[in-house]
């Protein structure tokens, strides 16, 4: 069955500086996608970033980037020039290609010091 | 993205009640999801709500408990049964098939508390 793990319940960092929130995964699919959701107080579960397995290049999305490393099934979430509003829960989440269920990991709690 | 939103945004419910969750959104989708969010945790499907049939239920989850309902391809109702204060969670929808790609977008959640 497939797993993810989160292994970091809380991270915090400095306004305008660089954290790496981390994922692993156990899967024995080739083809799946990975994601990063953000959730922050107001509940609303966002989509922060998305990654599919066949892809070689990491996904970025402006100040948001991953690190992945299929081998090692590794997933990790680069946060640039951190800023107040990214202070929430981050949850990585994982899709085989076979059909649309999500799994997830326990979530990070990211703070955000001023 | 499609716009998704959920009606209540919030309840405080008795236990012994019923309490249903509209699900709108305002384009076509092919899949729609039901989750459950308890205090602290992380998401757990309940449910798939398909178009025209009975709802697919994950284990631990059944009918009876949350009946579903998803009458087209934009809306969706669910229902959490003879509540009670272990039912106190954030309900989520969740859509997927906008522009070919399978990423789920959520809804803004609903947070039931029963008392």
């Known amino acids: 069955a497939q797993t993810v793990t989160q292994s970091q319940p809380e991270m915090s960092v400095q306004e305008a500086e660089t954290v790496t929130l981390s994922c692993t995964y156990d899967t024995s699919e080739s083809d799946y996608y990975l994601f990063w959701y953000k959730q922050p107080p107001s509940r609303q579960m966002i989509l922060v970033i998305r990654q599919e397995a066949y892809k070689q290049q990491n996904a970025t999305e402006n100040r948001f980037s991953v690190n992945f490393q299929k081998a090692a099934k590794s997933f990790s979430l680069k946060i640039s020039d951190s800023q107040l509003g990214d202070a929430a829960m981050y949850f990585c989440?994982?899709?085989?290609?076979?059909?649309?269920?999500?799994?997830w990991g326990a979530g990070t709690k990211l703070i955000i010091k001023p | 993205s499609a716009v998704i939103s959920q009606k209540p945004s919030r309840d405080i419910c008795q236990r012994g009640t019923s309490l249903t969750i509209q699900c709108q959104v305002d384009s076509q989708v092919t899949m729609m999801f039901w989750y459950r969010q308890q205090p602290g945790q992380s998401l757990t499907l309940i449910a798939t709500a398909n178009q025209g049939s009975e709802a697919t239920y994950e284990s631990g989850f059944v009918i009876d408990k949350f009946p579903i309902s998803r009458p087209n391809l934009t809306f969706s109702t669910l229902t959490v049964s003879n509540m009670s204060p272990e039912d106190s969670s954030i309900y989520l929808c969740?859509?997927?098939?906008?522009?070919?790609?399978?990423?789920?977008?959520f809804g803004p959640g609903t947070r039931l508390t029963v008392l």
């Open positions: 989440a994982y899709e085989a290609n076979s059909n649309y269920q999500l799994i």
């Open positions: 969740s859509v997927t098939g906008q522009g070919g790609t399978d990423t789920q977008y």
